[in-house]
């Protein structure tokens, strides 16, 4: 069964009664620009095809109630405020909060939903999650939620609500993205721009290697980065990093005296700065070339923000090794998934070239695909 129609049948199993619609919104990949969003720089996304799926119609009782196939029994609210909701079901209280939050007369509902966005690989499962959601109550409530602000409200969702101190980089991938486009944004006035992404024209693709790596200390990691980040910002006396370019790095890292913030802040400086590069030789059709910078985000993850671990070292090794254009780590970090950008005609060799990297040193096995630019979130 496709997703769409698990979804529908979950929804049927568990209210007796068929779905008003069906909304989806994607998982994604970030193609560069890693750690930049909570520092308000720049980003580039796509989205991918897999996606989540709400079934969804009113509710009789006016309350929400939502189930997963992850989580056949339905969780039931009424109005609630941040931590009443816990376990997965806060990603959904979270939503139905933040849109009440905003000012929204949200519509008591009952929702499904049935996905296959792989969980906590970096893939953003969750903000999938609150954009299919989100989409499926603006919808059945006839709520005028400009598209420009959905993205910061599903992100109150998962910050304020579920306690997750996330950027809004997932959120207005699965919200915003477009089929065959790369979404660059800036992460501090919002603005987007759609970049054509068409790899197949060039004969290439972007593999997708879920390294399978167990997630260890993401949330603690990922808190204490964002604090050198602020750090580093508040002692060079600049509201976020982006405030650095790279010509002033130089002094920029002389003026911080620890060395650990130093290495944070040439991360973020330089990251930013090969998004903006990526994003000119994509608007120039130099796709290829785009390659090296992928490489190079992956080295300042490894060696400057420390975010990696040896399965992504290792997949990122392996692909190069096959003949990979460029790779990088893709997503917060501490396992995940890794892209390569690679000759259309080169994926299953890549894959089998990295699987074996893997067996050698008796890793589990990693998962992997051809990713292309897939749609937003919408009703289907
Ligand atoms: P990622 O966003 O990288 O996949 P997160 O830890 O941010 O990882 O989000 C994963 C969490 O989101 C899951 O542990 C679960 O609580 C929730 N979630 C995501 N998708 C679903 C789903 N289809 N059904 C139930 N819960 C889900
Ligand atoms: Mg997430």
Redesign the pocket.
Known sequence: MSIPETARAAFLEAYGEEPAGLWAAP?RVNLIGEHTDYNDGFVLPFALPQR?VAAAGPAPDGKWSVC????PEPVTFGVTEPGEVT??GA?VAGVVWALQDAGFEVPPARIA???D?????????????ESAVLTALADLGGLDVALERRPAIAQRAENVYVG?P?GIL?QSASIRCQEGRALFLDCRSYQIEQIPFDLAAEGLAILVINSNAPHQHVDGEYGERRKSCEAAAAALGVPALRDVSTAELPEALDRLGDDVLRRRARHIVTENQRVLDTVSLLRAGRVREIGPLLTASHASMRDDFEITVDQVDVAVRAALAAGAYGARMT??GFG?CVLALIDAGRADATATAVAGAYRERGFTAPTSWVATAGPGATRI
Do not use: E, F, H, I
């Open positions: 998982g989540t997963s196939t992850l989580a376990g997965w990603y939903l049935a996905s966005v792989p969980l906590g690989s970096g893939l953003s499962s969750s903000a999938a999650l997750a996330t997932d997503g917060g995940g």
